[in-house]
């Protein structure tokens, strides 16, 4: 297995740019998380999906990030307009979640940088 | 959310065991215990997770309190690339916050040779 695919790996673009990161699960997931890191506030939950359902979105952190999966091999995450804030790490991760345990996989991520 | 507490920051020498604590003196009885590591420019790495009782696999051992308010990373043999920052989080496996994972500073775990 491939793993949890991410792109781009690096993208670099100007305040008020839309930017637009990708992410394909591994097969057979049917949990997949959309995280960010930044030094000052490590690893944030943005949102989650189970079976292409977005269920927890409180970690989005305005109306300017978007997130959609509109398969189940498939998600983006949206940021319109973007600004220098957003610059960070995004992390793709998906599971398995019976009621055993959480077991994530990640993604290698995407390092946005906005100018 | 139930909240962990771990140390900034731990050091040990190559081909040593170390253990990393955690308290989770709120943890409810439907919470695991998780543990993830991030090394260096990669995303997290799944590591370990238990209930109640300690469980073992081929990466660490994982050691709960008996009364669950604490439990410890054993790395049994430490090597250079287990230079990472170790996340201890718990999840709750019903309720609204059923599949979510909320990561901490976690410890910075240093290896000298």
């Known amino acids: 297995d491939a793993g949890v695919i991410q792109s781009p790996r690096h993208e670099v673009t100007e305040m008020g740019q839309e930017v637009t990161l990708r992410c394909k699960p591994i097969s057979g997931h049917d949990y997949l998380f959309w995280y960010r890191q930044t030094m000052m506030r490590g690893l944030e939950l943005l949102i989650y999906f189970n079976n292409n359902v977005p269920i927890d979105d409180s970690g989005m952190p305005e109306d300017r990030f978007s997130a959609k999966m509109p398969n189940a091999s498939f998600s983006t995450l949206k940021i319109q307009p973007s600004e220098p804030r957003d610059s960070a790490v995004y992390f793709c991760?998906?599971?398995?979640?019976?009621?055993?345990?959480?077991?994530?996989?990640f993604g290698a991520g995407s390092r946005l940088t906005v100018l | 959310d139930a909240k962990t507490t771990q140390p900034n920051s731990m050091e040990s020498n190559e081909e040593e065991p170390v253990h990393l604590p955690c308290n989770h003196s709120?943890?409810?009885?439907?919470?695991?215990i998780h543990w993830y590591r991030q090394l260096p420019s990669q995303g997290p790495e799944y590591v370990i997770h238990g209930l109640t009782s300690n469980v073992n696999n081929r990466m660490a051992s994982l050691a709960i309190a008996e009364d669950r308010k604490s439990s410890t990373l054993i790395l049994h043999r430490a090597t250079l690339r287990d230079a990472a920052v170790y996340y201890c989080i718990l999840s709750n496996a019903g309720g609204t916050s059923y599949g979510k994972l909320t990561f901490g500073q976690g410890t910075i775990l240093t290896v000298h040779p």
């Open positions: 991760a998906s599971g398995v979640v019976p009621l055993a345990a959480n077991v994530l996989t």
């Open positions: 709120t943890i409810s009885g439907t919470d695991y």
